[in-house]
């Protein structure tokens, strides 16, 4: 769904500039609460890095049409919503500068629809469900896959609006609209199926590395003399010992997102995804501009002079990956490093036992509910 240049005009992309630029100064406020210590940053750059990767599959949905995620739902479950909407901001930067995609005046409407709009839809939508639905693992991954699939023909109908306003083709706005919907309907279900797969998985390994289902413990009940009552607080929720590195968790993620990116998008469809489609079917694909990065060495997912789809593909996948990861990670490493120089200026340390570091203390006895609580 990147738009290209041309869609809209300068007015109103600029004015979805100023819009994107306000939003991100607003995240960097609030990425610095969310990400909590520096060993955060890597795992958000992670999570930066796993996007681009999972956008480079595109999957048929119907008619010869593809999509492919757009991460927002995904990234404001595992690391929250305002380091989600900077996670897919860096990839769509990367992808507009290093790769091509995305027009580079249309990037303010592109981080606006596929940044902003997902992940403020989709986090709201989450957070709403796991309040009323009972407090386990199952249910933060069907909250996921419901917020998923919602935040995808959002970001459509964000789309129509802007193009409403700033559209350079005269086309019907109604039939834009049906027809962007309808098609990213479709892509939302690949969009939450794969979302929830992976927020399911993290969850599997390490629950408490998934922001949003940070605070859903359950207290383990006793029964007195006929009664529930609360079992006695003793301290943290242990993390099982093979899984409580989070130096595992990122290599791991690091090797699957190379692997995705780097073998598997070469099985990707190479149909036109949603937007492409509606855009040829309506006459607005011929206002498309000349990206201005087109000579890129990696423009359109290949290295340049490298013979062989296979092989140029792979490379230029692997690449996205690791500056993706590269950046992410110095972007958030910066964001939590400033949080912290703020806070000393703030006030003098004072004297308390620290919080134990789930890396490194030992687990602690206190027990969820049940097998499946998180």
Not at 40 to 61: D, S
Not at 209 to 230: F, H, M, P, S, T
């Amino acid at each position: 769904m990147h738009v290209p240049d041309g869609f809209i005009n300068a007015p109103v992309s600029a004015a979805t500039a100023v819009v994107a630029a306000g939003a991100i100064a607003v995240s960097l406020r609030g990425a610095r609460r969310e990400l909590g210590s520096e060993r955060a940053a890597p795992l958000a750059g992670l999570v930066a890095a796993f996007v681009f990767a999972v956008q480079m599959l595109n999957f048929p949905v119907a008619g010869g049409t593809s999509g492919h995620l757009l991460g927002g739902a995904l990234a404001a479950i595992l690391v929250g919503p305002y380091t989600g909407v900077l996670c897919v901001s860096v990839v769509l930067l990367m992808q507009a500068i290093l790769f091509a995609d995305g027009g580079l005046t249309a990037l303010g409407v592109n981080i606006t629809c596929m940044a902003i709009v997902t992940t403020v839809v989709a986090y709201v939508l989450f957070r709403g469900l796991v309040k009323v639905l009972p407090r386990t693992r199952r249910s933060v991954t069907a909250a996921s896959f419901v917020a998923a699939l919602v935040s995808v023909p959002a970001s459509a109908i964000a789309f129509t609006l802007i193009y409403a306003i700033g559209g350079t083709a005269d086309v019907s706005i109604g039939r834009v609209a049906t027809a962007m919907v309808g098609v990213h309907l479709l892509i939302g279900l690949g969009e939450a199926v794969i979302t929830a797969l992976t927020v399911g998985a993290v969850l599997a390994v390490r629950p408490d590395l998934v922001y949003g289902a940070r605070g859903l413990e359950q207290r383990l009940k006793l029964r007195v003399n006929g009664e529930l009552v609360d079992a006695p607080d003793t301290g943290p929720v242990p993390v099982p010992v093979a899984a409580r590195s989070r130096r595992t968790v990122w290599i791991a993620g690091l090797m699957t997102s190379l692997v995705l990116a780097g073998f598997v998008s070469f099985y990707a469809s190479a149909d036109p995804d949603g937007l492409e489609r509606v855009a040829a079917d309506h006459g607005i694909a011929e206002r498309a501009e000349e990206h201005a990065a087109a000579d890129s060495p990696l423009a359109d997912y290949g290295v340049k002079d490298i013979e062989g789809a296979r092989l140029s593909g792979g490379l230029a996948g692997v690449i996205g990956v690791g500056l993706t990861v590269v950046a992410g990670t110095g972007v958030f490493w910066v964001v939590r490093r400033r949080r912290s120089g703020e806070t000393s200026d703030a006030a003098p340390p004072v004297n308390k036992p620290s919080d134990p570091d789930p890396d490194t203390a030992p687990p602690a006895n206190k027990h969820t509910g049940t097998d499946t609580d998180v």
